[in-house]
């Protein structure tokens, strides 16, 4: 990594991010505008510093287009929210392609089991209508764990961090 402490300011103030993702969306199923264009919008910084080619930010677009793209469907469908949607699309601009894979893995696995807890509590409570899974909550673990095992883990030679 190029950067150094410039590229590290940039993953605290993503993972920030992430975390004030969740809690809003948990908070108020709603994940703000002005914080999925933050993040966006910061990419780019994160490509300078790290040393991404041309060729590599050419990577990240057409992952974030494909993820993008997906997503829409799954929204219009009724399947996810706009707020996660923006959330994945803004992610897809930071995260290499493995690891961005491993992000799509984790989120699902984590978006199972918050959805049959949310289920469970809706179902408990004999609520009628919808059950409103904040998906926010598994993104955002999802996206911590991504940066902690791609950019700490060469920072952890005792391999905590896996």
């Given at each position: ?20 993702a969740a809690f809003t969306d948990m908070r108020r199923r709603e994940i ?71 992000l799509i893995i984790f989120m699902a696995l984590a978006g199972g089991v ?15 209508g919808k059950v409103a899974v904040p998906y926010g909550v598994a993104i ?23």
């Open positions: 990594m190029q950067g150094g402490l410039i590229t590290y300011a940039l993953l605290a103030a993503l993972a920030t991010g992430l975390l004030v703000d505008n002005w914080l999925t264009a933050a993040i966006a919008c910061g990419a780019p910084l994160f490509w300078l510093t790290s040393g991404l080619t041309l060729g590599g930010v050419g990577i990240q677009f057409a992952i974030a287009l494909a993820t993008f793209a997906v997503l829409v469907g799954l929204f219009a469908l009724g399947l996810m929210g706009g707020g996660d949607v923006k959330l994945l699309t803004a992610l897809a601009l930071w995260i290499e392609p493995f690891w961005f894979l491993k918050l959805t049959l807890i949310v289920a469970g509590v809706h179902y408990a409570r004999k609520r009628q955002s673990p999802a996206g911590l764990w991504v940066l902690a095992s791609q950019h700490l883990a060469p920072l952890d030679p005792g391999g905590i961090l896996g």
